[in-house]
């Protein structure tokens, strides 16, 4: 998250940044403005080796697993502006999932999106994000950062190896209510689910859908120290556990 975060503040003008990567053990990410406290007991996270982490974007949690994660930064006048890149970017997962042999769709409207409140990200698709015959296959959460906007993704590659629950606090999460559902690739694919060959999917389709000229790098040195300084802040039961 202090990556994500750095990338967004040190965004060069005219330029934006695509990230993939994925986590090295199972972890829970909240949404900046989502309520954690009597949901989540912090105990069981050490227990189970797993991690928290509160996203700076929006949106509600997601169990990160055996799942690709992106992050998008591009400027705000991006054409179509924050819901115009939201559908760009759904449009070109589609692609990419179909290059795979999978057969994704955007979804249609189902009403307001659900609140930080409602249950994992993956229960319901809302309007316009990905689907398989009407189970969530990606999510996203946005967030504006001065002239800069970033973006966070999830798309499922297999089950997560635990389960929500066995995060919750005495009482809590004792249904399918908060439980992270969805469909995965593992499921769709005939073939083993590749790490590398979703993310070239990604990337080309994302590359294609913005234009522009491309290339891969490393950080630059002004974006691997805001990182640092971030870090204590994204690592603080303060930020983590604030509500």
């Known amino acids: 998250m202090a990556v994500d975060e750095a990338l967004a503040r040190r965004r060069l003008e005219g330029e934006g940044t695509l990230r993939i990567y ?9 949404g900046r403005n989502q309520r954690a406290r009597g949901t989540y007991d912090p ?8 991690d928290v982490v509160r ?3 929006g949106g509600r ?7 690709l994660t992106y992050t998008l930064v591009l400027p705000l006048w991006t054409p179509g502006g924050l819901r115009g890149v939201y559908q760009m970017v759904n449009q070109a997962l589609v ?16 009403g307001r999106t659900p609140p930080p409140d409602a249950g994992a990200c993956f229960r319901v698709p809302a309007a316009g994000e990905v689907e398989v015959e009407g189970r969530k296959l990606a999510g996203s959460a946005q967030v504006r950062m001065g002239d800069t906007l970033l973006q966070h993704g999830s798309l499922l590659l297999g089950p997560a190896s635990i389960r929500l629950s066995a995060l919750a606090g005495e009482g809590q999460l004792d249904d399918e209510t908060r439980e992270q559902v969805g469909v995965t690739l ?8 590749s790490f590398p060959a979703v993310a070239a999917a990604v990337e080309a389709a994302v590359a294609g859908s913005l234009g ?10 002004d974006e691997t120290r805001t990182a640092e300084s971030l870090l204590e802040h994204y690592e603080s039961w303060d930020w983590t556990w604030r509500r």
């Open 55 to 57: 996203r700076p974007t």
């Open 61 to 67: 949690e997601v169990l990160h697993d055996r799942e």
């Open 43 to 50: 105990m069981a996270f050490q227990s189970l080796g797993a």
């Open 186 to 193: 593992a499921e769709l694919m005939d073939s083993p689910v």
């Open 212 to 221: 522009g000229r491309w290339r891969r790098d490393e950080r630059r040195s």
């Open 95 to 110: 692609q990419a999932l179909r290059s795979l042999g999978v057969t994704a769709t955007t979804a249609a409207g189902r």
């Open 22 to 30: 994925r986590w090295a053990r199972p972890s829970l990410s909240l």
